[in-house]
């Protein structure tokens, strides 16, 4: 029902060192959907349901306030924007109470991507399949808001360090907060457009105010903070560290606390058995997609892939067959996104996670036969059966050296690029021996995308015979 989560692993460090608290009273910053304080709840009661702390929330963006008023059982103070006269102008009639101007909120936060982007037939047809649903969902909705009770001892909408601040200093303190600055705004554009409502006054927060942020948490005597970076300036208080995939980004949790975790991803692989490319071997004419299981795919990428890429965790993965011999793999990724690429290109969008041919082989350029496959009609078919709905293109994210990648030159347009300031001190010591934070911050950041459809698997083969079916020079990468 609520947007986004904080990783289950990281909930259970947090039970753990939140169990051994006495305190009275836990402050929360950045509460978000309030993953946080819904994991607390579980915690600070008593079998008889009885509070053992008072837990008091914060944050700034319309959909929390008006979620942290509602959970801490303060008045909403917002209503329909009269001025609003889209299309999106019937939830007026809806809006009735708290728990009816929350409903809509919500609701309106699963179309913000369709309301506030470039209009297009696509994002048209899901609102208009949202209007005619919406007597169903809010009715479901309503229920589930209406029956929770407020939980929350106190709400303040306004900046986090200020709420450091003014908080009490033998109460607790929890933050764990954005990564990104200004991300959620945009997101919830859609919602402000609609409802009125009074937002809070605040300044932006950056990383030097969250490190001074985290510095004031330490003279408390419980405290717990998470960020997606190491701080070695910290590190006296780690506790605990969560990685969600394998080679995915870390999470670490600083507290003052004897219990200390670890949990990591256990990667479960299992061999293909399915014959591979040899390296004098030539591409013959019949090409396949083959549905690969997850365990496939791990073994596959840990194998082939650059290890120092971090990959997030795949949807759905296929292998690429030439007369049932595998020659190279791809993997989608229908996670949500902020990203929002319609005057780039042709949208909706699929995310190409990872792809890579098998190695060795005869071919200097076999990578580019996967991507051929990748955006073949026949991959263009499993992405939307993946979504169940349109998919028009595909793109995907490459670090290079160099301000191009000629894997994907050619093939795909290059959306936008950035260049990376460098390798990241740690300690003032450039990490040398880091070899992923060296990928990650060194050369260029480029973002690709290609439309997809434009070739059956058969055409895309031909078509790289004729163009790439090279055997000297260098590989490309």
Known sequence: MFMGSIPTPVQQILGDIVKNWQTSDIYIGCSGNFTIERVLTNITRLPDGQATANLHSNDVTIYSCLLGNYFSGQPLNAKFNENYTGEMSFVKNYMKDGASIITVALLL????????????????????????????????????????????????????????????QEAA?????????????????????IIDWQPPQYDMIDKDKILAMFQKLTNRRFFMFGTNDELPEFREYLSGIAQTTNRGVPLYIYSKTQNRRIILPNQKIAPLLVERISENEDISDKIQLIKLKSENFQALRSQYMNPHIKPGAETASYGVTVDNKLIGVFAFSASPTLSNWETHIQTPTMYLLSDFPIAPSKYKRLSKLVLYAALSKESQLLAENLTRKRVCSLVTTAFSKNPVSMKYRGLFKLLNKSKLDGTRLLDGQASSTNMSEIYYNSGYKLNYGQKMGEWTLAEGLAEWKLKHAKTEGRAET
């Open 109 to 168: 936060s699963k179309m913000a991507v369709y309301l506030t982007s470039k209009p297009n037939e696509y994002y048209k047809k899901m609102i208009d399949e949202h209007i005619r649903q919406w007597e169903t969902m809010f009715h479901k909705t309503y229920e589930k808001i209406s029956n929770i009770q407020p939980f929350l001892k106190s709400f303040f909408a306004g900046d986090v360090c200020e709420m450091v601040d003014n908080t009490p």
């Open 173 to 193: 303190f929890i933050c764990y907060p954005p990564f990104y600055s200004g991300d959620y705004e945009k997101m919830f554009k859609a919602i402000e457009g």
